[in-house]
């Protein structure tokens, strides 16, 4: 790597580029020499890896942007090309709704303009921009309300730059920034708040801090940012090296920034309806999804110094930029190694997360509860992940400190074989060795199913040859997962023979079940190949889960719902990875279209040229060439009808999924109200909730998960009651609400298209109010909607 790309790429950071020092007055002056040397030499190069860097380092955007203002003074016309290039890569991001670009380049012009490189002006346009597509968006005449997620971001955009620009936006042109935060305001006004607090990392939501509770993402931050400026916009965790070029850059020249748009508004639809309504503002939610829920990670706690509300936003902006790029790592280690603003956040890190030790002692409570009780189980399914990663002994050894929680750690032993021993069912047994043989002298799939027809299932029947079939197979394939997909590929023939239809496949999983019944993780692997070598279908997993042995193990084991995730994750990927080979074939058989007409215009100029033969004028090309031409004509045109046939063959079973998956949600949300209906009648009644405490109902419906927790004053370690008031019956359905509710939410974008026909069929005006509510919080609609 050349000496200007390692200085402009390794700004900031404590390296041997910049002598192991972090005075930022000295990286930037080293820097800058080296780039201005170079300029005249890798003008292009310069400019392009310094955009790519602000994009893919935003935490290091104030000094890029600094460097960019002393380049200002010394070049001016790679500076305007620095901003055509940026103008066009934010309109580039307009068009496609590409959130994160759009953000990090509107805080890269907003330091642009602190440096003197842009007019304060522009950035103000830009934001009126912003801001009066989001008023139209919003307004219930003029626009589409279920867009305000589009609204929201741009407006999120807006106020995200204020903390790195309030300052010099109010003493360069206070009244046109005073314009902006009233039509903000406005804004405000007229937009519905988002009920969804989402998501709240390593800190609890305070029931007691109404506020901060009632508040959403885009109030929220408005009320810091008015924090902000109320305190003179003065703020501790945004750097700005570029006062420390104030004198310098005031000479330079600041240039105007083009104008951009942004993206026309998708129509209302023709029938104004809630399924309408909701259809879209999903869609709206998925194209800008990056800050519509507020994220809570430095508890007030956890911190030793006092901090204004903006600071917490800020550098939760710069953990959020980076764990999109999958470098929060990096960041994490630059800030240990580095002496900057926000070194405060060294302790905090280092006291909570590097020493990798769990307090067991502080759970061995959950022992005292019933074995429905929610922290009874979570600790139940932390130890089955452990072993899952680690080893049995090693899990136990590890829960030494609290040896009584040995109770809840997942059964030792490996596969439950039925025939291990001739105690049980001789019959059974004799066919289970005479088939272990004949797998072992590599008889075929067709010699063993030949067998099967004419020696077992006429003298004993279907489910005993079944029983003998899959637990010996099993047992052969028991060693390992290799073992396991060998005997899958050569003998599944002679499974999906004895299982073809829903009931004999729900017999399947049954015995894979008890045959792995001390290994939760094996028995969902075994039966998610199993689906994949299309033994098993999706819609016989869910009458399996929902079938009466199963149904009382909701709200004690997650066991049951992985396998059910994996058969609707794998169900997703199937028509996923379709509608990438739809699209990847479009572009194919257009280019295959382009390159036959092309071909067939080439042999048609060949044969209707002119051409001289002994004297006399001839139409045709020379025969040589116009057969080539020919050939190559033929060719092409056999790609292109290669291609279409491909791409229809595609879209066939592309259509076939989606009414496969269509009947699997139609199926999962009839079992789920089925088994919901009567009991949530016999344990709440008609009016849901209220009579068993507001902490019930946010566990199972609401949308903020809460826990309570008292804080022992004298040594500041937790203390939990541990009676637990929910009965049994009342925690069965709060757990499968919640199950309801997580499905809901989790494959939102592939319940919404069959949305009519679910509101048809399953979530009528018949079925019991919570459950309603519990689909509708999934997918984020309002029962009243």
């Not at 009233?182 to 989402?198: H, T």
């Not at 240990?336 to 020493?355: A, G, H, V």
């Not at 290799?482 to 017999?507: F, S, W």
Request: with cysteine; net charge negative; glycine share 4%.
């Amino acid at each position: 790597m050349s000496s200007w790309r390692s200085l402009i790429l390794r700004i900031g950071e404590k390296c041997s580029e910049y002598g192991g020092t972090i005075d930022f007055k000295d990286h930037i002056d080293a820097c800058f020499g080296a780039v201005r040397r170079e300029l005249d030499h890798s003008q292009d190069d310069i400019l392009t890896f310094l955009l790519q860097c602000s994009e893919q380092l935003p935490h290091k955007i104030p000094l890029y942007g600094t460097l960019i203002g002393l380049l200002n003074l010394e070049n001016e016309e790679f500076v305007k090309k620095v901003l055509e290039s940026t103008q066009t890569g934010l309109q580039d991001a307009l068009d496609s709704g590409d959130c994160n670009k759009i953000r990090v380049t509107l805080r890269f012009l907003t330091v642009l303009m602190c440096s003197k490189v842009i007019q304060p002006s522009s950035l103000v346009v830009i934001f009126e921009t912003l801001l009066s597509t989001a008023a139209t968006i919003v307004d219930d005449e003029k626009g589409n309300p279920s867009w305000q997620a589009r609204a929201d971001f741009y407006i999120t955009c807006i106020l995200s730059c204020l903390p790195w620009s309030g300052s010099e936006l109010v003493e360069q042109i206070p009244e046109e920034i005073e314009r902006v935060m009233v039509g903000m305001e406005a804004y405000l006004s007229i937009r519905r708040r988002v009920s969804d607090v989402g998501l709240s990392v390593f800190e609890e939501v305070n029931k007691i801090n109404k506020l901060h509770v009632e508040q959403d993402f885009v109030e929220d931050l408005w009320s810091r940012i008015q924090d902000l400026s109320k305190n003179s916009w003065k703020l501790e965790s945004v750097p700005r090296p570029h006062l420390l070029y104030e004198a310098q850059l005031v000479a330079g020249k600041s240039h105007d920034f083009g104008p951009i748009s942004c993206q026309e508004q998708p129509d209302n639809p023709v029938e104004l309806s809630r399924i309408n309504f909701g259809r879209q503002k999903h869609e709206a939610e998925l194209k800008y999804p990056q800050r519509i829920r507020r994220l809570n990670i430095f508890s007030a706690s956890k911190i030793e110094i006092d901090l204004q509300p903006i600071d917490r936003f800020v550098v939760e902006e710069y953990l959020l930029d980076l764990v999109e790029r999958n470098a929060l790592h990096a960041w994490l280690a630059y800030l240990f190694l580095s002496d900057t603003n926000i070194s405060w956040l060294k302790p905090f890190f280092l006291r909570s997360n590097f020493q990798f030790i769990w307090p067991w002692e502080e759970w061995a409570y959950v022992l005292e509860l019933p074995k429905w009780a929610p922290q009874r189980v979570f600790v139940q399914e932390v130890l089955d992940r452990e072993v899952r990663l680690s080893y049995w002994d090693k899990v136990k050894q590890s829960i030494e400190s609290t040896p009584a929680l040995e109770e809840l750690l997942p059964p030792k032993g490996g596969p439950d074989f039925r025939y291990s021993s001739d105690n049980g069912d001789k019959t059974e047994y004799t066919l289970s060795k005479e088939l272990n043989s004949m797998v072992k002298g590599r008889k075929t799939a067709r010699e063993i199913i030949i067998w099967l027809e004419e020696s077992v299932i006429p003298v004993n029947g279907l489910d005993v040859c079944l029983r003998v079939v899959v637990q010996t197979l099993l047992d052969i394939g028991s060693k390992s997962f290799t073992h396991l997909i060998t005997v899958l590929e050569r003998y599944g023939q002679v499974i999906a023979k004895i299982c073809p239809n829903e009931d004999t496949q729900i017999m399947l999983i049954s015995e894979v079940a008890t045959f792995w019944k001390n290994s939760s993780q094996t028995t969902a692997i075994t039966i998610d190949r199993m689906m994949g070598y299309r033994l098993i279908s999706n819609l016989a997993i869910v009458k399996w889960v929902f079938s009466a042995s199963n149904i009382d193990l909701f709200h004690t084991t997650d066991r049951l719902w992985e396998i059910l995730r994996n058969a609707l994750n794998k169900t997703y990927n199937r028509i996923s990875d379709l509608r990438k080979e739809i699209a990847n074939l479009k572009k194919s058989l257009v280019k295959a279209e382009k390159i036959a007409a092309m071909a067939k215009a080439e042999l048609d100029g060949a044969e209707n040229k002119l051409m001289l033969v002994d004297g006399e004028p001839v139409v045709g090309d020379n025969p040589a060439k116009t057969k080539r031409l020919k050939l190559n004509a033929e060719r092409t045109k056999e790609d292109e009808v290669s291609t279409r046939e491909s791409l229809e063959s595609k879209e066939a079973l592309f259509a076939r999924a989606l009414e496969e998956n269509e009947g699997l949600f139609l199926s999962l949300y009839k079992n789920f109200s089925t088994i919901l209906t009567e009991r949530l009648h016999e344990t709440f009644g008609e009016k849901g909730l209220d009579h068993t405490g507001g902490d019930s109902e946010a566990m199972a419906v609401d949308e903020d998960d809460t826990s309570t927790m008292e804080m022992d004053k004298e040594n500041g370690n937790s203390k939990r009651n541990s009676g637990y008031m929910i009965g049994e019956k009342e925690q069965w359905c709060l757990s499968t609400l919640g199950y309801v509710k997580a499905f809901s939410r989790q494959y939102a974008s592939e319940i919404w298209p069959h949305m009519d026909k679910l509101e048809e069929e399953v979530v009528t005006e018949r079925v019991h109010p919570l459950f309603r509510k519990a689909v509708y919080s999934g997918l984020r609609l309002h029962v009243d909607q």
